[in-house]
């Protein structure tokens, strides 16, 4: 008999091992681009009743689905219905466990809204300050389509030249995929950047 098909290992996949890890009751985190909700609603499960989760996106429909998804599953976060590069209004640096980007456009929305370069370039930056010792980013990266890939080259050389005396940046790709795979990158704050201190 034909065996079905296995589901392949994908991008959220590894961003959401990485969460269960990481992430423990108790953490502050942050979810920079909530969408639909699902990276929020791992967040706050991880992080339980004595943490806290914040969350981004720039679409007001983002930020109803995920108060919805969240009140169906009893669990609540303070969200924003703003930029990402905001984020250092609402966080204390050096406070923070996670922060999780998942950039593109909104999953069953628009897509000639997405996450763009500068932008998500400076919320990068926020997002390393506002970063505890031993706390990390996950980012998964789409691109191609609507997108583009101005935004994926953009990111790439701005992970490649964090410093390796303070960062640890490594990349999870799938190159025997084809079209635009999207892949996953993991950032941890080793030790305190000089300039910081
Ligand atoms: C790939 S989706 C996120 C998916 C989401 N994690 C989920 O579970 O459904 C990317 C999101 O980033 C949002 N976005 C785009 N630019 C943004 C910005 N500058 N700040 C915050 N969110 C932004 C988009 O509106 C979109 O909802």
């Not at 996670?98 to 997002?127: D, K, M, Q, Y």
Request: hydrophobic content about 40%; proline content about 3%.
């Amino acid at each position: 008999m034909k065996q079905p098909a296995k589901r392949q290992l994908g991008v959220l996949d590894l961003a959401h091992r990485w969460l269960r890890e990481h992430v423990s009751a108790g953490d502050l985190c942050i979810d920079a681009t909530c969408g639909r909700g699902n990276d929020t609603r791992l967040l706050c499960e991880l992080t339980g009743e004595s943490g806290k989760v914040i969350g981004f996106d720039i679409q007001q429909d983002a930020v109803d689905s995920t108060a919805a998804l969240l009140a169906e599953n009893g669990l609540s976060a303070e969200l924003h219905c703003e930029s990402h590069a905001e984020m250092q209004k609402y966080a204390a640096a050096g406070t923070v466990s996670c922060v999780v980007f998942n950039f593109g456009w909104l999953p069953r929305g628009s897509h000639e809204i997405f996450t763009r370069a500068e932008s998500s370039i400076a919320a990068l930056n926020a997002a390393l300050t506002l970063l505890k010792l031993g706390g990390s980013l996950v980012l998964c990266i789409y691109y191609g389509g609507a997108n583009g890939f101005s935004e994926r080259d953009a990111l790439n050389e701005y992970l490649a030249a964090l410093d390796s005396r303070y960062y640890t940046v490594m990349q999870c790709s799938f190159p025997n995929r084809t079209g635009c795979p999207p892949y996953a990158v993991f950032v941890t704050k080793d030790s305190e950047p000089e300039a910081a201190l």
